[in-house]
């Protein structure tokens, strides 16, 4: 079974630029999750939708970060415009069930670079 | 305080100990509890989850102690393999349902 998509898997950008980021979560899993992962912060949720509905963007550091999940098998993450305190690896995550108390499976990431 | 907190690390260990983790949460009403194992440059993985009464899996002991707010994982018998950050993770539910990673501890074995 195919796990959680991300794409790109690398981005390299200049400040500035517009950077979108896709995900496409496991068949069938009801919540999907934005995770930014950092040295020096560690994994911080984003933003998190139940079917589809944005529940907690409490996450989202800026008005630059905007998240959108249109279907049930696609969401974008979007950085406009982009600074160079934004790289980071940016992780997708699906869950079965809505909440948060499911099991996570985690998408292989985007490393996103920011210059 | 931070929301989770964890051993710092590294842990630098021979193959065959035993080694333990602790972390600690500073909300009471947390409602579920993880340990993601994340090799590098991959993304976390489900180790397992930390029931009331702890649980086991293989090598794995998890534990959970809700009066002094904190859980603790022990690997025994410990491989090249589990070579890895351990990361524990904390659920909160209320008006927004949290999920909350605590920074992880580096784990080294070495032959």
């Known amino acids: 079974d195919a796990g959680v998509i991300q794409s790109p898997r690398h981005e390299v950008t200049e400040m500035g630029q517009e950077v979108t980021l896709r995900c496409k979560p496991i068949?069938?899993?009801?919540?999907l999750f934005w995770y930014r992962q950092t040295m020096m912060r560690g994994l911080e949720l984003l933003i998190y939708?139940?079917?589809?509905?944005?529940?907690?963007d409490s996450g989202m550091p800026e008005d630059r970060f905007s998240a959108k999940m249109p279907n049930a098998s696609f969401s974008t993450l979007k950085i406009q415009p982009s600074e160079p305190r934004d790289s980071a690896v940016y992780f997708c995550?699906?869950?079965?069930?809505?909440?948060?108390?499911?099991?996570?499976?985690f998408g292989p990431g985007t490393r996103l670079t920011v210059l | 305080r931070k929301e989770v907190e964890q051993d710092p690390g590294p842990f630098n260990v021979p193959e065959g100990a035993t080694v333990a983790f602790n972390c600690t949460y500073s909300?009471?009403?947390?409602?579920?509890f993880f340990w993601y194992r994340q090799d590098c440059r991959k993304e976390p993985k489900l180790l397992m989850s930390?029931?009331?009464s702890g649980n086991e899996d293989g090598r794995f002991t998890a534990q959970l102690n809700r009066a002094s707010q904190y859980i603790s994982l022990l690997i025994r018998d410990s491989k090249l393999s589990d070579s890895a950050t351990y990361l524990c993770?904390?659920?909160?539910?209320?008006?927004?349902?949290?999920?909350?990673f605590g920074p992880g501890t580096s784990l080294s074995v070495i032959p």
């Open positions: 995550a699906s869950s079965q069930t809505s909440g948060v108390t499911d099991t996570q499976y």
């Open positions: 068949s069938g899993h009801n919540s």
């Open positions: 939708f139940n079917n589809n509905v944005p529940i907690d």
């Open positions: 909300n009471s009403a947390s409602q579920s």
């Open positions: 930390v029931y009331s």
């Open positions: 993770v904390v659920n909160e539910l209320g008006s927004y349902d949290k999920v909350i």
